[in-house]
């Protein structure tokens, strides 16, 4: 005789099926023995994300927008944004000091306000080497260099977002940056951002910082100082010696949004300033070759000397010739016009150049 379950019965069961699926379906430990050849995972780029290449064909214009920030191809595309805000910094806020003993003492690099405008600046290099050496023979492990950027002494205030190294390894094997950074309400306590390996003979390196460099008083947490100490740590596999002088030629700072800047240069990426007549003015003398095209006047200088009323013409003045005139006026050491001739007067000068 066939039996059947009743409703209680098959509740039960039901019941224990249900628990044995759920018992199955959650075991992570995989339970089948599938292997990873099975599920194509040998074919899978098994690396992080962040080191994979992005190619330039892969990009594409936009997506979102950028609120209170832009991209790295906004900063790439506009002079404004790419400029080195330290440009033409004021020296006074650059400390350039040496160890030959691992950074126990400290010493005064005695670098010239030239030197370290250069060094803070895409113009020339600097030159300083670690434990402030000549002789790569002499050069040992104890051997640093410490360079010290305070923003608000330099003149600069900006949202920093990139800082690029130009350094000669000359062979030196084992390069460091160890960067550090102090606040402004804390200005004598440093934090450590990281130690980067950097190389090149020369070459740059690029050290990521997203910070606001700079600011008054009041804005306690921001960054005041950004210090960087430089050393080597390798032997030349070659002559068992630390033989090589690690140099630093330049550091620049990349900030998006800036709110004090030491030079135009800084500021819009261009040495001159121009306004929407598109009137230039230079910061300094120019020096050329040769001009090209009309010109009409050299106007006075930021001291007040005169450079000249104006540029001669012939045919303004046919009865003088230009050899009497540079019988009368001269350049002086500055580039200026002066008078040769006690009975010539600007006014004289003036009569015959217009």
């Known amino acids: ?48 994300d962040a080191t994979k290449a992005v190619h330039e064909s892969r990009l594409l214009w936009g997506d979102t927008n950028i609120v209170g920030d832009i ?35 400290w010493l005064d690099y005695g670098a010239d306000d030239a030197n370290k405008i250069a060094l803070l600046s895409a113009i020339g290099t600097g030159s300083f080497s670690i434990g402030k ?46 960067v550090e950074h102090a606040t402004i309400g804390a200005p004598t306590t440093w934090l450590t951002l990281g130690i980067y390996d950097i190389s090149g003979w020369s070459g740059w390196n690029s050290i990521p910082f997203d ?8 804005q306690t947490t921001q960054t005041d100082s950004i210090r960087f100490t430089f050393s080597i740590s390798k032997k030349d596999q070659s002559t068992n010696k630390y033989a090589s002088d690690l140099v630093v030629c330049n550091i620049l700072f990349f900030g998006t949004t800036y709110w004090t800047t030491n030079s135009t240069l800084a500021r819009t990426g261009h040495l001159y300033e121009y306004d929407v007549f598109k009137n230039a003015t230079f910061p300094a003398q120019v020096t050329a070759t040769q001009f090209n095209g009309l010109a009409t ?7 007040g000397n005169t450079i000249s009323t104006t540029y001669i013409k012939s045919s303004d003045a046919t009865d003088v010739t230009n050899t009497e005139i540079d019988t009368m006026i001269a350049n002086d050491s500055d580039g200026q ?18």
């Open 133 to 178: 050496h000549n002789t790569f023979d002499t050069v040992t492990i104890n051997d640093q260099l410490r360079i010290t950027v305070n923003a608000n002494k330099c003149f600069f205030y900006t949202r920093l977002k990139k800082i690029l190294i130009n350094i000669s390894g000359n062979g030196a094997s084992g390069c460091r940056a160890k």
């Open 211 to 218: 910070c606001n460099f700079g600011g008054n008083s009041s």
């Open 1 to 48: 005789m066939t039996k059947y379950l009743d409703s209680t019965g098959l509740s039960r069961l039901w019941s224990k099926v249900k628990a044995l699926v759920t018992a199955h379906t959650s075991n992570k430990s995989n339970p089948h023995g599938v292997t990873k050849v099975q599920v194509g995972l040998g074919n899978v780029d098994n690396t992080r």
């Open 71 to 105: 991209s790295p191809i906004d900063a790439a595309m506009s002079s404004l944004h790419s400029a080195n805000r330290a440009e033409f910094a004021n020296p006074k806020g650059i400390t350039i000091e040496y160890s030959n003993d691992g950074g126990s003492t």
């Open 297 to 303: 006047r050299a106007n006075a200088d930021s001291d």
């Open 337 to 354: 016009y002066v008078l040769l001739k006690s009975d010539v007067t600007n006014a004289d000068i003036d009569a015959m150049m217009t």
